[in-house]
C-alpha cells in the first residue's frame, strides 16, 4: 500500500474529528466534524494508496470512487434532504490543492443558503479572475 507518512489523509485517524462514514476496497468517504457547521453533511472521498492527485488513480480507485459517491449521495438526501450537490476534485496549487493527496469533496447544497445558485462557475468566471496576458 503506497503510504506518505506526513500526509494527512494518509493519516486521518489520527485526528479525532475526521470520520470514516463509508468505505470499500480501495476509498474512504470521510466527514469532519469541523466542516459540518457551515457546510452541512459535506464529506470527501479519498484513496487508501497515497495519490497525489486525480490523475494518478486507477481504473479500480476510479470506480470504487463512484461507488462511494453513489452510496454517499443516498446517504446524504436521507440525513439532510439537499436540494443539490456540488462535487469536484482540486488539482495542482492554482486549483487549490492544499493537500496533496487526491481527494474529491461532495458538498450538499440547500436553497436557503447565502450562495445558493452559486456554484464553481461562479467564481471561476469572475472578470477579476482573467489571467493578465487576456486583459483588454
Known sequence: MSYKEDCPYCNFADDPEQHVVFENDTCYFLQHDRHQGVLEGSGIIIPKNH????????????????????????????KHSPDGFTLGWNVGEASNQSILHSHFHIVPRYNDEPYAGKGLRHWIKKPENKRPQYQA
Not at 495519490?51 to 449521495?73: C, G, H, I, P, S
Open 51 to 78: 495519490r497525489v492527485n486525480t490523475f494518478e488513480l486507477t481504473k479500480e480507485e476510479w470506480n470504487d470512487t463512484y461507488d462511494l459517491m453513489q452510496q454517499a449521495q443516498e446517504y446524504l438526501k436521507q
